[in-house]
């Protein structure tokens, strides 16, 4: 199975958006309403809770984070077979905030079911804004939060499988030196800059057969971030919640937008990966 893991709001979403619409010719519109059979369910996740009940002998509810990581590799079996059926529509990705790191000695990924995995990352000061307009939360709390060691996110409201996400440094040091794993890790700000070149060597990773620049460009070019917003403004996007999803896509945004001892304090906490990544 192919994955793209991300640390929430680094361009996990866009990513999967662009591997849709690649050899398609569809329409902004439609891929908002992806988890639609016809467009390969691109909402795809590995927390579906359908997997995940189907190999607990109790209501998920009743289960804690350590058995439900006990859990985790009968349902990515459940999970890889869910995928098999979607193989005509390659590029398939499947999505996961899951740090690369092991809980009670069990790992969270394993090669025998992971093939390959595209990793985003992102300026963590753009994170911040990002995510606390996602959930809601003030600067100061979302800033918190992106250091916490045990950090847990949920896709949607489910309260039942989670991330765990760790904090966005031991995210990111997570997935940079992941052995025995394939890994393709970007930049949002590169893909950004030059979204076909990007784009083009995501695909290419993949394994995409007679990849054509000119079906990178023409996915690239629906799935640009003001017609996204107009499709999310006019039809919903099932992963906003209450929110609007497709918010600014900047990459720099942060410097009017977060406070000084905001950005100082993400500074202070991830100074020595943001350096290491370009961002300081």
């Known amino acids: 199975m192919d994955f793209v893991v991300s640390y929430p709001k680094s361009g996990n979403t866009w990513i999967r958006l662009v ?11 439609a891929l908002m309403r992806s988890t639609e059979p016809t467009l390969g369910e691109m909402n795809l996740k590995d927390v579906e809770t359908r997997h995940y009940q189907a190999v607990s002998p109790v209501p998920l509810q009743d289960v804690d984070f350590g058995t439900e990581v006990r859990l985790r590799p009968a349902a990515m079996l459940l ?10 529509r390659a590029p398939f990705l499947i999505q996961s905030h899951h740090i690369h790191a092991s809980v009670n000695d069990i790992p969270l990924w394993h090669p025998d079911w992971t093939d390959r995995i595209i990793n985003p990352v992102r300026d963590p000061r753009e994170v911040c804004c990002s995510q606390a307009a996602h959930f ?6 979302t800033a918190r ?13 489910s309260p039942d499988v989670r991330w765990l996400i760790g904090s966005w440094s031991a995210h990111i040091r997570g997935w940079l030196s992941a052995d025995g ?26 394994g995409v057969s007679n990849l054509s620049m ?28 209450d929110k609007q999803f497709f918010r ?26 943001m350096e290491a990544l370009g961002y300081l």
């Open 19 to 29: 591997a849709t619409a690649y050899g398609t010719d569809v329409e902004p519109e």
């Open 79 to 88: 999970l890889e077979q869910t995928a098999s059926r979607l193989t005509d």
């Open 136 to 141: 809601g939360n003030s600067y100061e709390e």
């Open 145 to 157: 939060i992106m250091s916490e060691s045990r950090a847990r996110t949920g896709p949607g409201e």
């Open 181 to 206: 794993l394939s890994v393709h890790t970007v930049r949002y700000e590169d893909l950004n800059a030059d979204p076909l070149g990007g784009f083009y060597d995501i695909l290419d990773f993949l």
């Open 214 to 241: 000119n079906a990178v460009r023409d996915a690239v070019e629906t799935t640009q971030f003001d017609r996204l917003q107009e499709a999310e403004a006019e039809h919903g996007f099932p992963e906003a919640g």
């Open 248 to 273: 600014s896509g900047e990459t720099d945004g942060w410097k009017e937008e977060l406070p000084v001892e905001v950005a100082r304090t993400i500074e202070q906490d991830h100074g020595e990966v």
